[in-house]
């Protein structure tokens, strides 16, 4: 089983949509948790950080439980420029980070 | 966040040589990292620059095949030795955010690598 699972999508939708990515970690000592998003041929970036309380920036939303070791990102009123892969990221032991295979999003006009 | 740079940015390479990356910060920062990103595939850690001490290889990375170096806290190398096909791959360096209570990690811009 992968460390970090995410469903590889695409994920194509209309401009305006709400999608939701969601992601699983095997680790329940992992502490830190993030998604970043990847352009075509760019490196990755950080979108958010997740916290236990949830958390939102703009249209973004991340949550995070802990006991179903599940992590989600919810994209409101998708935009054109969202279209990427978004990494699921989890701290392993001594604090490595472990990625995710990625989902990736298109949105259509 | 710290900015990083990275030369060169792509290359393509002979099987048998070696290709030296360099990773440049314009701030000090204790943790650097070296990653690799296979085509269609996520990023996997190779090892950890440890400043003034050998490197921190992860499973599956020895030291004789992707030696670092890392003689300041702004800057290190990886050199990706006896180059086959099966290394055309990014390479990535990433730094830890040292302002923050969390693992953020920024990432430069990659060195992508094609051995033919």
């Known amino acids: 089983r992968k460390e970090v699972e995410q469903d590889p999508g695409p994920f194509n939708v209309p401009e305006g949509a709400t999608v939701a990515f969601n992601c699983t970690y095997s680790?329940?000592?992992?502490?830190?948790f993030f998604w970043y998003r990847q352009d075509c041929r760019k490196e990755p970036k950080l979108l958010m950080s997740?916290?236990?309380s949830g958390n939102e920036d703009g249209r973004f939303t991340a949550q995070l439980n802990r006991a179903s070791q599940y992590i989600s990102l919810l994209i409101r009123d998708s935009k054109l420029s969202d279209s990427a892969t978004y990494l699921c990221?989890?701290?392993?032991?001594?604090?490595?980070?472990?990625f995710g295979q990625g989902t990736t999003l298109q949105v259509k006009p | 966040s710290a900015v990083i740079s990275q030369k060169p940015s792509r290359d393509i390479c002979q099987r048998g040589t070696s290709l030296t990356i360099q990773c440049q910060v314009d701030s000090q920062v204790t943790m650097m990292f070296w990653y690799r990103q296979q085509p269609g595939q996520s990023l996997t850690l190779i090892a950890t620059?440890?400043?003034?001490?050998?490197?921190?290889?992860e499973s599956g990375f020895v030291i004789d095949k992707f030696p670092i170096s890392r003689p300041n806290l702004t800057f290190s190398t990886l050199t990706v030795s006896n180059m086959s096909p099966e290394d055309s791959s990014i390479y990535l360096c990433?730094?830890?955010?040292?302002?923050?209570?969390?693992?953020?990690?920024?990432f430069g811009p990659g060195t992508r690598l094609t051995v033919t």
């Open positions: 680790n329940s000592a992992s502490q830190s």
């Open positions: 990221v989890v701290t392993g032991n001594t604090g490595k980070l472990i």
């Open positions: 997740v916290y236990s």
């Open positions: 620059a440890n400043q003034g001490s050998e490197a921190t290889y």
């Open positions: 990433s730094v830890e955010d040292e302002t923050g209570s969390s693992y953020e990690q920024y």
